[in-house]
């Protein structure tokens, strides 16, 4: 088996992996990380002096429904990546354009993993309700490691091989 392949199919599924890790975690301990979602949204822990406030919704329904949609995303990245990986594992003997086929279930989760990493946690949290200000409830370091890892995969994924 070409070394490429491997890593492709295995990385993928790294990602798969910690995005199921994500999804159990946050199932078997709702509260904690529901309790981000909330201060963030209601942007309690902000500077006080901020003038984005505006911004804020307090609504424990919307914070519930928002992390429900989190973890619903962070579970779709999870599924996609492992069937990805398999697919990729699955086609490691194929010719290059049967390969690169098997690459599509893949290439979906770690561009919807992204998305969640990025665009929710570092646009929406980070800057939209200013969580960058937040000294408890920030996650930009964790976010930020999260994403990088997985555009690093989705460079390897996009590959020929």
């Known amino acids: 088996m070409e070394p490429l392949r491997l890593f492709q199919a295995l990385f993928t599924g790294y990602i798969g992996l910690f995005a199921a890790s994500v999804v159990l975690n946050n199932l078997t301990d709702y509260g904690t990380n529901y ?4 201060h963030v949204m209601s942007m309690d822990t902000i500077f006080p002096d901020c003038r984005l406030t505006w ?33 990729m594992w699955d086609a490691r003997g194929f010719d290059t354009a049967g390969f690169q086929a098997a690459k599509s279930l893949g290439l979906w989760g770690l561009g919807l993993g992204f998305t969640v990493w990025f665009a929710i946690f570092v ?26 890892a ?12």
């Open 35 to 38: 309790n981000f979602v909330r």
């Open 55 to 87: 911004r804020r919704i307090t609504s424990r329904v919307i914070h519930h429904a928002a992390y429900v949609f989190i973890i619903v995303l962070e579970a779709l990245t999870a599924v996609l990546c492992l069937w990805g990986a398999w697919a």
């Open 150 to 161: 997985i555009g690093i995969v989705f460079a390897i994924v996009m590959q020929p091989s």
């Open 123 to 148: 646009i929406g949290a980070g800057q939209w309700w200013a969580a960058w200000q937040s000294k408890d409830y920030s996650g930009q370091d964790a976010t930020f490691r999260y994403y990088v």
